[in-house]
């Protein structure tokens, strides 16, 4: 486009336009300022939602930090001030029990209450309180959040094959087949589901199994010990 000369500017169009316009913010000044208050007062405060929000997600990693160095810590003396155990292995569950139970509870929706309340769960299989464990797992397993939904339905199948809920848990490993994850890939799932059904359906997990067995080496080797497990036609 040229440019526009001063002669151009002094075009009755043009100074018509700039008067309307002085005209305008001088008999609307007051609602302009005011508006434009409030437009600067909704940039702060969307701002400070942002800081709030970094500052309640640094918040909630710290939390779950600890209580993962918790349940991680050893048990005993270890001579290390900065890695100190604890006295036995009940002492040590039940404070990684209370640092979970106070993430899972005040943040439930966020990852770090996802990832408590799923170690929540692990804990509760562990001593044996299955009904615990499922109940756990299955907040997890039914959130939005499907990376650790997906570790959830896992350790929900796990459980169901021990109860002999064999349905159960082959709908949910056929979930992870169909729609994986970043942390349960259909190869996983699938090793995973032919061992859950070999006893039963043989030939359909020889057919699960045959072609991941030229895949990566892990899965390859994987799949070949569970078709090595597969009763001989």
Do not use: C
Not at 47 to 61: C, D, F, T, V
């Amino acid at each position: 486009m040229d440019r526009i000369t001063r002669k151009e500017l002094k075009t009755d169009k043009f100074v018509t336009e700039v008067s309307e316009t002085v005209e305008f913010f001088a008999a609307h000044r007051r609602e302009i300022l005011r508006y434009g208050a409030i437009a600067l007062a909704v940039l702060v405060i969307l701002a400070a939602g942002n800081w709030y929000r970094r500052h309640r997600h640094a918040q909630r990693q710290e939390a779950l930090n600890q209580a993962l160095a918790i349940y991680n810590a050893p048990v005993g003396q270890t001579g290390n001030p900065f890695l100190p155990g604890y006295p036995s292995e009940e002492e040590k569950n039940k404070a990684a029990l209370k640092a979970f139970t106070e993430l899972a509870t005040r943040h439930p929706r966020s990852p770090e209450g996802l990832i408590a309340t799923y170690y929540l769960g692990t804990m509760a299989a562990d001593r044996g309180d299955l009904a615990e464990a499922e109940r756990r797992l299955k907040q997890v397993a039914e959130a939005r959040q499907a990376h650790y939904a997906s570790l959830a339905k896992i350790a929900l199948s796990d459980i169901y094959r021990g109860q002999g809920r064999l349905a159960e848990a082959e709908k949910l490993l056929r979930s992870l087949v169909e729609k994986p994850t970043d942390f349960v890939s259909r190869e996983h799932a699938t090793i995973l589901l032919a061992q859950l059904i070999k006893d039963n359906r043989p030939e359909e997990a020889r057919k699960l199994l045959e072609p991941l067995r030229t895949e990566r080496s892990v899965v390859s080797r994987h799949s070949l010990t569970v078709l090595g497990e597969i009763p001989p036609k």
